[in-house]
């Protein structure tokens, strides 16, 4: 049979007790959120850690598709995640530079054995690429490493490092064509907010960007909520 409580004023001190423990839980776990929210910027992803930048013209106006040539055989960067990392922005074609949908893929990484999925295309075309412009042999950066449209003599539709002839397939998730790189290049997420027609990146995806023991320490944050895209040549 259940024991009566024979000290109600007993049931109620532990029932007052109870309730204000509860009450500077509640008070902790608010000060506590506001502490985190004070630490993680504003265009940080709480899970990944990464930002999300939206990709801006110099101007500061997003870029649209239209800004973007189809196999330009200029180089056009970002820097992402974090500042002085400079990353290709393509729009991919055929060799008649009509758009080609760059589907996920699964991604070797030679020095490991290790696989990882690109991400893909994004954009109405699925065709807009982007990859770390690092080259993961001995870290050369464009001009050295970059694109060759689908129509170039040399190396058609290939990313080519001039320093030591490291080849990439930026159609294959920037996959490792030639050595004596054994690591693809890390891919940018990108992604398309088709209302606006904008871009934005919000992930690497792959090996760590060459230098790096991890892709967000050893360098600076970008500020603000974009990131700006540059052609240098
Ligand atoms: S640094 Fe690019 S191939 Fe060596």
Redesign the pocket.
Known sequence: MPQENKNPDLSRRNFLKAMGVLAVGVGVAGILRGVVIDIIPPNQNVESGYPTLQLALPNGNPVHTSDLIVNNPQIVIFNYPLQNEPNFLLRLGDSNNNDVAVQPTEVTIPATGAKFTSPGGAGPYKSVVASSAI??????VPP??RFHPPNDTSYPGKIH??????TYDPYQGFSVVT???QSPLPNVKLVYDATNDTYSASLMIGPVI?GRTSDLSGGNPISGNSTEVTTIS
């Not at 080259?135 to 050369?140: S, V």
């Not at 490092?161 to 490291?166: E, F, I, R, T, V």
């Open positions: 080259c993961q042999h001995l870290g050369c050295e490493i490092c001039d320093c030591h002839g490291s050595g004596p790189t060459y």
